[in-house]
């Protein structure tokens, strides 16, 4: 239906464990984004990619990782994460990043659970 | 003062009727404006962007006001497909995308 996939779409790990969360655009985009949804909060941009470069990290901690190889895929490497981390992690892209050219094309989302 | 706040709702109102929302910025300097829709379970999805002048698609109409920083969403002749989550999203520190930010959104129940 959408042109960003994510995988997997549920997660459960523990605190000790590495991960890693893909997502995938099949829209040509340039821009690419994760985002945090918790419950009961705002959603919450994490990192911003544009042109493979990234261009935003909001005080994120350093246990979350991303990595972008190329404009249509993007990566999130999770590392010893806390219980609080449990949440829905979107991944966005746009066809820049740039004003009145960021419309964000969502993912369906993984949802994540720490142990 | 929060950057973006929002009525979280719900709005409980029934099919047919007029329902209007608002949302509150806190930076004078934002330049874009959008409303997106999430429903249950699901992820959030453009609804419309927010102009200056104010614009309506369908039964849908936007409206900005600078003066006292919120924007609207009216949704004329609701129908039951209309209950979702409404968020109100604006860019605080200009136009390009690394300052979207999101309010937690208004919770809509149209009623049969």
């Known amino acids: 239906e959408t042109g960003v996939t994510q995988t997997p779409r549920h997660l459960v790990m523990g605190m000790t464990n590495k991960k890693s969360l893909k997502c995938e655009q099949h829209l040509g985009h340039n821009a690419m984004y994760w985002y945090k949804q918790s419950a009961k909060k705002p959603l919450e941009l994490m990192f911003v990619y544009n042109f493979k470069e990234q261009t935003e990290n909001n005080s994120v901690p350093s246990r979350f990782s991303p990595e972008c190889p190329n404009s249509s895929h993007l990566f999130l490497h999770l590392h010893t994460l806390q219980p609080e981390d449990s949440a829905l992690y979107l991944c966005?892209?746009?066809?820049?990043?740039?004003?009145?050219?960021?419309?964000?094309?969502f993912g369906p989302g993984t949802r994540l659970t720490v142990l | 003062r929060k950057e973006v706040e929002q009525d979280p709702g719900p709005f409980n109102v029934p099919e047919g009727a007029t329902v209007a929302f608002n949302c509150t910025y806190s930076n004078s300097a934002s330049q874009s404006f959008f409303w997106y829709r999430q429903d249950c379970r699901k992820e959030p999805k453009l609804l419309m962007s927010v102009y200056s002048s104010g614009n309506e698609d369908g039964r849908f109409t936007a409206q900005l006001n600078r003066a006292s920083q919120y924007i609207s969403l009216l949704i004329r002749d609701s129908k039951l497909s209309d209950s979702a989550t409404y968020l109100c999203?604006?860019?605080?520190?200009?136009?390009?995308?690394?300052?979207?930010?999101f309010g937690k959104g208004t919770h809509l129940i149209i009623q049969p």
């Open positions: 966005a892209s746009s066809r820049t990043g740039l004003a009145g050219d960021n419309e964000q094309f």
């Open positions: 999203v604006v860019n605080i520190r200009g136009g390009g995308a690394d300052g979207l930010t």
